[in-house]
């Protein structure tokens, strides 16, 4: 299994970057993808996630109504749409994907595969 990730990079704040990101190795539709962040020696935190079903998604109370998650299910890809980005939104973005139904999908302990990350900086 492999997730590619791409999207990251600068931008000013109160500006807007999308992430996005493809599982493949596997065959059928993974139960939910998500993303999450991490910034040096703190512990990874739960940014959005969404399940095969669709929906509104999940989010971290930090990116909510900033951030929107959305999913091409066929295709085992999510994108992060970030919006009005703060400085402490600066961190290293992660894609991750559950394959079988279950767990509670804020919790990195839950996810099966991971990206290897891409860097989002956000200037002030």
């Known amino acids: 299994v492999q997730l590619q990730a791409s999207g990251g990079g600068l931008v000013q704040s109160g500006g807007s970057l999308r992430l996005s990101c493809t599982a493949s190795?596997?065959?059928?539709?993974?139960?939910?993808m998500g993303w999450f962040r991490q910034v040096p020696g703190k512990e990874r935190e739960f940014v959005a996630a969404?399940?095969?079903?669709?929906?509104?998604?999940y989010y971290g109370d930090s990116v909510e109504g900033r951030f929107t998650i959305s999913r091409d299910g066929g295709k085992n890809t999510v994108f992060l749409q970030m919006n009005s980005l703060k400085p402490e939104d600066t961190a290293i973005y992660y894609c991750?994907?559950?394959?079988?139904?279950?767990?509670?999908?804020?919790?990195?302990?839950?996810?099966?595969?991971w990206g290897q990350g891409t860097q989002v900086t956000v200037s002030s």
């Open positions: 190795g596997r065959t059928g539709s993974a139960y939910v």
């Open positions: 969404m399940t095969w079903s669709g929906g509104s998604g």
């Open positions: 991750a994907v559950k394959w079988d139904l279950g767990g509670l999908v804020a919790y990195a302990s839950i996810y099966d595969d």
